[in-house]
Nanobody, 116 residues
Framework: QVQLVESGGGLVQPGGSLRLSCTAS????????MAWYRQAPGKERELVAH??????RITYADSVKGRFTISRDNAVVYLQSDSLIPDDTAVYYC???????????WGQGTQVTVSS
């Protein structure tokens, strides 16, 4: 079992920055991937950034390339979000896959609002 807790969301003006954090607990040695998803009102949840814990392979959504950076420090995964725009407004969710069956886990989400 893996538990994920996000933090760092909030209200920011266009052009501003936020750093989201996701702290994993439980069977952290079994985690194979970690990612950030987001869901805006009336839209489907979408992948923002994804990494594998055992190999150096990172993927970003086209909409955030060059503005967002995902990184990991042991049991914590970060999403550094720069040059934020109103379309980045969403609930951001931490996601992980762990164990032999690549079971997926979700955090509770953190709200990011980009508005002047």
């Amino acid at each position: 079992q893996v538990q994920l807790v996000e933090s760092g969301g909030g209200l920011v003006q266009p052009g501003g920055s936020l750093r989201l954090s996701c702290t994993a607990s439980g069977s952290i040695d079994s985690i194979k991937t970690m990612a950030w998803y987001r869901q805006a009102p009336g839209k489907e949840r979408e992948l923002v950034a994804h990494l594998f814990t055992s190999v150096d392979r990172i993927t970003y959504a086209d909409s955030v390339k060059g503005r967002f950076t995902i990184s990991r420090d042991n049991a914590v995964v970060y999403l550094q979000s720069d040059s934020l725009i109103p379309d980045d407004t969403a609930v951001y969710y931490c996601h992980a896959r762990a164990g032999k069956t690549w079971t997926e886990y979700w955090g509770q989400g953190t709200q990011v609002t980009v508005s002047s």
